[in-house]
């Protein structure tokens, strides 16, 4: 195949030097041999105003010593060198006119390619600079993270409680639904606790709402802190709570329970000075066959709370189809 050297290619020369990528050519000495319309456009400037010249010395804010190793290691190895937008969002300081919006982007962003080429009549390498706009990738790309920031600050609006953080009612117990059907179908077993705080109204009354605030806040991270990352929990409403265990039978919710009151029960809240002591209720419920649906496994939970409230607070009610059963203490010790 006869090769022929790019100068004496004139209509390759006018596709090159109209084309929307900037191309450039530099000599052994880095000096200036080819210089396109789109070089020239966003440099400010001409061709035959820069062919001759030092690139480094025109362009004295391009990273010399980093750029003269590429180019010496291209020249030397006789292969491509590819550097992204990612590794070094631009080389020339070129404006940029992307039609989209993006007030952080002051340059062009631009991917850059060295290319070894041979000069036929010397025998030289010259290296070949080809920059591609990759500005409006950029602003896509900075927008699509916004787009997935607004989305993740929606999805936290939507599923959590906004003073505890902990998932709110309405994701719960969409879970709790979803476990019962795949129970249902597949034979699962999984629990529900349902718990309160104890006179949760005297510290309101006492102390204020803001230390009944910070009080539901102490007991949501407290809680967080026994469960395991499968686990869910929510805030039910007020000083309500429920828990969601996948995969665990009555005993071990039962277990689970008990770890929780007496972790609360040593749990103080410090609020200007005054020392507050709590303690919960609780209820657990594990799935059976014979319950129709999500929202009576909630309520029989419910009933055995309320069972832990009648018979003297600060204690836990397994419901069970024979009935209510108010766990005997001493409490053995967590794990």
């Known amino acids: 195949m006869k090769t022929m050297s790019i100068e004496n290619i004139e209509t390759l020369n006018d596709i090159i030097d109209n084309i929307n990528i900037g191309v450039t050519v530099l000599d052994e000495h880095n000096h200036v041999v080819f210089w396109n319309q789109f070089m020239a456009k966003h440099s400010g400037i001409n061709a035959a105003d820069l062919i001759g010249k030092n690139l480094f010395d025109v362009f004295t804010y391009l990273p010399k010593p980093w750029m003269e190793l590429k180019l010496k290691s291209v020249r030397l190895i006789k292969n491509y060198s590819f550097v992204s937008w990612t590794q070094k969002p631009f080389l020339f300081r070129f404006g940029h006119s992307s039609m989209m919006k993006g007030e952080s982007i002051e340059f062009m962003h631009q991917d850059c390619t060295f290319i070894p080429i041979k000069n036929i009549s010397t025998g030289e390498t010259y290296v070949c600079i080809t920059i591609h706009d990759m500005t409006d990738v950029v602003i896509s790309q900075m927008k699509l993270t916004e787009i997935n920031d607004i989305n993740k600050t929606l999805e936290q609006m939507t599923n959590h409680d906004n003073l505890t953080s902990l998932y709110n009612r309405l994701y719960v117990e969409k879970q709790i639904d979803f ?131 009648q018979n003297g607070r600060n204690a836990v009610t397994r419901y069970k189809i024979t009935g209510c059963e108010l766990m005997n203490c001493p409490i053995p010790k967590p794990e």
């Open 179 to 309: 476990e019962f059907n795949k129970a249902k179908r597949y034979g699962n077993v999984f629990s529900v606790i349902f718990f309160d705080i104890d006179k949760f109204k005297i510290i309101n009354d006492t102390h204020g709402h803001l230390a009944g605030d910070q009080v539901l806040i102490n007991v949501a991270d407290t809680i967080k802190r026994q469960l395991r990352t499968s686990d869910i929990i929510g805030r039910y409403g007020g000083e309500e709570f429920f828990i969601l265990l996948p995969e665990t039978n009555l005993e071990s919710a039962s277990t689970l329970s008990q770890r929780l009151r007496m972790a609360i029960e040593k749990m103080s809240t410090n609020y200007q000075g005054f020392d507050i002591k709590i303690t919960i209720s609780l209820g657990v419920v594990q799935f059976r066959p014979d319950i129709k649906n999500y929202l009576q496994m909630i309520h029989e939970a419910d009933i055995a709370l309320y069972h832990s409230k």
